[in-house]
């Protein structure tokens, strides 16, 4: 850890080792069967039918150069993971070390025990997630500029679908679906990328220089004083609030209207271009949507730190929304949310669809 950085990350790795090792996401053992298994031939023959229908039906052109689906572990998730919340922590982090400026020997006692805190949080909720996510689109949108990846975490691949009684080729075929309408829109829509790196960026720095240097030090002194009141304020889901600065809450809502969107199509997108797997896909979506839901013990704690219930929310705000506009006026009139940053829906027009057609309709009349 640098002298300027006050995330253990190492520490956080190890915890994250340690969560996810030797379980596997539904309280099986880790090891996949050989018969369950899939193999990365079947994973990309899976993504490269899925891509050419969920292009087709989102109508926003054909990929030349998608990337090669890589069938990973969850330890090279979680690498992956990890690696991606250190460089969006750096700005925050760097900050909080110089503020959490205690007196005497109590400042580096401080930084530790913050340090080791915080680690183990984001070990135990990185951890948790790696037992779950089936794939995920890794898109630079945070630090350097780096090729996107196409992950499929091949445990959490063959476990789901042995708990979801789901055909094998047509669920792989159904969630390759949804990973690869993220690939669209991030090829298809130029704008897409900078403008959520800029969010995310306006986010970030926003936070750290609005990080209340009070707060701060309130939570090294309470650490210190107390380290067991912190810990069941953080499992309560209130260490974000402590530290939050309201000025932010304006990048925030702009931040996860996007998120809804990007996720909510892809959702949207996953069931719509999956005509031809049969009419197994809306059982296995009641299933899905059940298996989302359900949680428990350890899993609600992890899922308030994480915000896992916000990403929830994100899959089912962004999901109905698009499904009302395409009822109401067409799968050509989603498309528009993709003209430009402008043509997002904001968090109000997420919640009636209606008012963002009449919005758009108005522009593209104007526009005429």
């Not at 528009?336 to 940053?341: D, H, I, L, Y």
Request: proline share 5%; with cysteine; hydrophobic share 50%.
């Amino acid at each position: 850890m640098s002298s300027a950085r006050l995330v253990d990350w190492g520490l956080a790795e190890r915890t994250a080792g340690a969560v996810i090792g030797g379980i596997g996401p539904f309280g099986q053992p880790s090891r996949v069967a050989a018969a369950d298994a899939y193999g990365a031939a079947e994973v990309a023959d899976a993504c490269a039918g899925a891509i050419e229908a969920a292009a087709t039906y989102a109508g926003l052109g054909a990929i030349d150069a998608p990337p090669e689906p890589e069938l990973i572990d969850r330890r090279a998730w979680t690498q992956a993971t990890l690696a991606n919340l250190a460089d969006a922590a750096t700005p925050i982090e760097e900050r909080a070390f110089a503020e959490l400026d205690l007196p005497g020997p109590l400042a580096p006692v401080a930084r530790s025990v913050v340090g080791a805190a915080a680690a183990a949080e984001a070990g135990v909720a990185v951890g948790y997630a790696a037992r779950r996510v089936l794939g995920q689109y890794d898109v630079a949108l945070i630090g350097p500029e780096r090729p996107a990846r196409l992950l499929f975490v091949a445990e959490n691949l063959a476990s789901a679908r042995r708990e979801l009684g789901a055909d094998r080729r047509l669920f792989l075929r159904w969630v390759a679906l949804h990973e690869t309408t993220h690939v669209i829109q991030f090829d298809r829509v130029p704008w897409l990328a900078p403008h959520m790196r800029e969010l995310v960026g306006e986010l970030l720095q926003g936070a750290a220089a609005g990080l209340d240097p009070a707060a701060v030090r309130t939570l090294g002194r309470r650490l210190i004083g107390d380290p067991r009141d912190v810990v069941r304020r953080l499992l309560r889901g209130e260490l974000a609030r402590l530290l939050a600065d309201p000025a932010q809450l304006g990048a925030l809502d702009r931040l996860q209207a996007a998120m809804s969107v990007i996720e909510g199509h892809a959702e949207h997108v996953m069931d719509a271009a999956a005509g031809e797997l049969g009419a197994g896909i809306a059982d296995l979506r009641r299933r899905l949507d059940r298996r989302r839901a359900r949680r428990g013990g350890l899993g609600d704690v992890v899922a308030r730190l994480l915000g896992l219930d916000l990403k929830l929310r994100q899959y089912e705000l962004g999901k109905s929304f698009c499904d009302a506009v395409v009822r109401t006026s067409g799968p050509e009139a989603l498309t528009a949310v993709w003209r430009s940053p402008a043509d997002l829906p904001d968090m109000d027009e997420l919640e009636d669809p209606k008012r963002w057609l009449d919005r758009v309709a108005r522009a593209s009349t104007l526009a005429a």
